[in-house]
T-cell receptor, first 114, second 113 residues
Framework: QQQVKQSPQSLIVQKGGISIINCAYE??????FPWYQQFPGKGPALLIA?????SEKKEGRFTISFNKSAKQFSLHIMDSQPGDSATYFC?????????????FGQGTRLTINP | DGGITQSPKYLFRKEGQNVTLSCEQN?????MYWYRQDPGQGLRLIYY???????QKGDIAEGYSVSREKKESFPLTVTSAQKNPTAFYLC????????????FGPGTRLTVT
């Protein structure tokens, strides 16, 4: 119930194309769904996040689509650029005894070919 | 500069030795976390702390120990009881209150041979 399943494991997209990464969860107690971007040898950094009462959030070229009934959410990267090549993690947040914890998906290694 | 520092960036140890990873933050955050990252497995929570002198086990705490004597510091000790200690270790922090973003440090890559 505390898992977040992410797919695909790796993705290759041509420059200018749309990159799509999908995640699914089971626990309806999750209350926040962030996406993190990680470059090799670095720590993850928050890219964009969404609350479950919103179906879509857009920030620049990055969009989260959220389907509460299906318990799925996805990251769309429009006009993908070589600089977007990184590993992307979806996550889900839940609180227990006042402590917020994140559960992460397995990660997607995205490569944008020039 | 405000942020989270982890040192060293690379750490090598012989099997059977305990090793302590450093994590310091000057963001005045109350909550701190330790994660382990392995290829294809995402980030898994080892320990977390909401306040000084208090910490809780995460999903994979066996073979690890922590302390939280100061707000800004949350060191992680990888003991000889950890069967597969070679991994990338990430420290994170979060401000108190109804905020959700965790801020990550640059990580320490530990190799045990």
């Amino acid at each position: 119930q505390q898992q977040v399943k992410q797919s695909p494991q790796s993705l290759i997209v041509q420059k200018g194309g749309i990159s799509i990464i999908n995640c699914a969860y089971e626990n309806t107690a999750f209350d926040y769904f962030p996406w993190y971007q990680q470059f090799p040898g670095k720590g993850p950094a928050l890219l964009i996040a969404i609350r479950p009462d919103v179906s879509e959030k857009k920030e620049g070229r990055f969009t989260i689509s959220f389907n509460k009934s299906a318990k799925q959410f996805s990251l769309h990267i429009m006009d993908s650029q070589p600089g977007d090549s990184a590993t992307y993690f979806c996550a889900a947040s839940w609180a227990r005894r006042g402590a917020q914890k994140l559960v992460f998906g397995q990660g997607t290694r995205l490569t944008i070919n020039p | 500069d405000g942020g989270i520092t982890q040192s060293p960036k690379y750490l090598f140890r012989k099997e059977g030795q305990n090793v302590t990873l450093s994590c310091e933050q000057n963001l005045n955050h109350d909550a701190m976390y330790w994660y382990r990252q392995d290829p294809g497995q995402g980030l898994r929570l080892i320990y977390y702390s909401q306040i000084v002198n208090d910490f809780q086990k995460g999903d994979i705490a066996e073979g690890y120990s922590v302390s939280r004597e100061k707000k800004e510091s949350f060191p992680l000790t990888v003991t000889s009881a950890q069967k597969n200690p070679t991994a990338f270790y990430l420290c994170a922090s979060k401000p108190s209150g109804r905020t959700y973003e965790q801020y990550f440090g640059p990580g320490t890559r530990l190799t045990v041979t």
